[in-house]
């Protein structure tokens, strides 16, 4: 009963910080990344769909991306889509496909982009110690109702603080490596 809460605890804490690196991945640093337009939505036969379950969408080299769909009647939904997205890029449009041009970021802009990314990375430290109060309660309940003693619940604990410690460290490592990425000219 305590390994299968130990073994959740761990679990929700690696998806959490995997969630985390899914929102670093969109953020746009001077380099060209698919994973920019995962939250880039397109009004698609009448709902709104992902850019890419529309086209494909390929690096051409570090500071540019190409657009290509499957539908080329889409190319027009595409393009306004990501004009009216907050990514601030010019899309292209050459009637086959897309061309988009990564510029830069200022100095100013990177700055915002730590900041943005430190609010991701402090809002997954806190979902990693929700799952660590709820592990706990979880523990306290198994001592209360007798399933499981005193000791074996404070061994667990421990390993559970561990397993927190551990996921903040991950956490922290990733936004240092993150915010390098951005500051990098």
């Known amino acids: 009963m305590i390994s299968d809460i130990l073994d959740v605890t761990k679990d929700h804490m690696d998806k959490s910080h995997d969630a985390l690196l899914q929102e670093f991945a969109t953020v746009r ?6 994973m920019v337009f995962d939250r880039v939505m397109v009004e698609a036969y009448g709902s709104p769909m992902p850019i890419n379950q529309l086209a494909t969408i390929k690096a051409t080299d570090a500071q540019s991306l190409v657009i290509e769909p499957w539908d080329k009647n889409m190319l027009k939904a595409i393009e ?3 004009q009216t997205s907050e990514l601030g890029l ?3 449009n050459d009637g086959m496909l897309i061309r988009i041009s990564f510029p830069s ?4 802009r990177r700055i915002e982009l730590t900041k943005q990314c430190r609010t991701y990375a ?3 430290r806190v979902a990693v110690r929700n799952v660590r109060r709820d592990a ?4 306290d309940v198994l001592k209360k109702d007798g399933a499981a003693s005193e000791d074996d619940v404070m061994r667990a604990e421990k390993e559970v ?4 410690d551990e996921a903040v460290k991950r956490i922290d490592e990733s936004l240092k490596a993150k915010e390098a990425e951005i ?3």
């Open 136 to 139: 706990n309660h979880k523990l």
């Open 80 to 82: 306004k889509a990501i």
């Open 183 to 185: 500051m990098e000219v």
């Open 29 to 34: 640093t001077g380099r060209a990344t698919p």
């Open 105 to 108: 970021p200022t100095e100013e």
């Open 161 to 164: 603080q561990k397993l927190t």
């Open 90 to 92: 010019v899309p292209n």
């Open 122 to 124: 402090e809002e997954c």
